[in-house]
């Protein structure tokens, strides 16, 4: 009965310092890191496009803003009053509606101008992008590391018996950048180049 109970004891030892444990948990561990490189690539592909379509509305509402205030006070400078123009109502309603004009726009500059944000739309958007590279650097580094931990534990003894025995282990493939596409960091065009 002792020498069963030794038996059976040494056995659970043996198959517990095999891998049965180890080796899909590290096979589990290096598979997560990859779908965290997996998702930090759709959050760059769902978050830069709309970002660069912000930047873009922004920049062309401030420049039609922009453009309306130069057209308006080259309007206004046009149009022009001599003191012997004094007396032509016309004349005077005219510089008056061209004056008149460029106040306007003026009005819609200041009361825009908290609202323009260019400037702070395109930080955000390289710091967007910046921290989208970093978390996609370290999710493909953090996977490397995962697959070599595996790859060392399905090929070192005792969990290699384990490895070969009971899952039939194969080394995983570490990150390369090769594959043409989502390893590639979009190009970001705003349309104003020629």
């Known amino acids: 009965m ?3 109970t030794l038996i059976a004891f040494v056995g659970a030892f043996a198959l517990a310092g095999c891998g049965l444990n180890s080796v899909p ?6 598979k997560a890191k990859w779908a965290d490189v997996e998702n930090y690539y759709q ?3 769902d978050l830069i496009p709309n970002l660069v379509s912000t930047v873009k ?9 922009l453009v309306e205030v130069t057209q308006a006070r080259a309007s206004a400078s046009q149009v022009k009053v001599s003191s012997a123009d004094l007396n032509d109502p016309a004349k005077v309603a005219a510089y008056e509606k061209a004056q008149n ?3 306007l726009s003026l009005q819609r500059l200041q009361e825009a101008y908290p609202e323009l944000k260019s400037q702070d739309n395109y930080k955000t958007l ?4 910046e921290g989208t590279e970093n978390r996609i650097s370290t999710a493909r580094h953090d996977y490397n590391e995962a697959v070599q931990a595996y790859n060392t534990t399905i090929r070192t003894f005792p969990d290699a018996i384990g490895a ?7 080394p995983l493939v570490p990150f390369k950048a090769t594959t043409p596409g989502a390893d590639v ?9 020629n």
């Open 185 to 193: 960091a979009p190009t970001v065009n705003f349309g104003n180049t």
């Open 126 to 129: 390289m710091d967007q992008l």
């Open 57 to 65: 509305a922004a920049g062309a509402q401030e420049k039609a803003i």
């Open 2 to 4: 002792k020498y069963r």
């Open 43 to 45: 959050r760059r592909a």
């Open 101 to 103: 004009g460029l106040t």
């Open 25 to 30: 948990t590290a096979e589990e561990n290096a």
């Open 164 to 170: 070969k025995v009971f899952y039939g282990a194969k």
